[in-house]
């Protein structure tokens, strides 16, 4: 397992998603919680990205029954 640092550009480009909708993901608890590097900036475990991805995909894939 990886643990690189990546930054908030990096996963928004991996995801797709915007920043907001990412910080509101990750209030509700749906997204890996970022890591404080230092007083004003944050970071991502590369290895924790990664396997959210791998399960929206694998949760996509599965049959309709399967996702509720």
Request: proline share 6%; charged share 30%; with cysteine.
């Amino acid at each position: 397992m990886s643990n690189k640092l990546i930054r908030i550009d990096e996963v928004l480009s991996r995801t797709g998603y915007s920043k907001s909708w990412t910080y509101k993901l990750i209030d509700k608890g749906e997204f890996p919680k970022p890591v404080k590097i230092g007083p004003r900036s944050i970071a991502f475990i590369e290895s924790e990205i990664n396997e959210w991805i791998e399960q929206r995909i694998n949760k996509s894939r599965c049959p309709i029954e399967d996702n509720i």
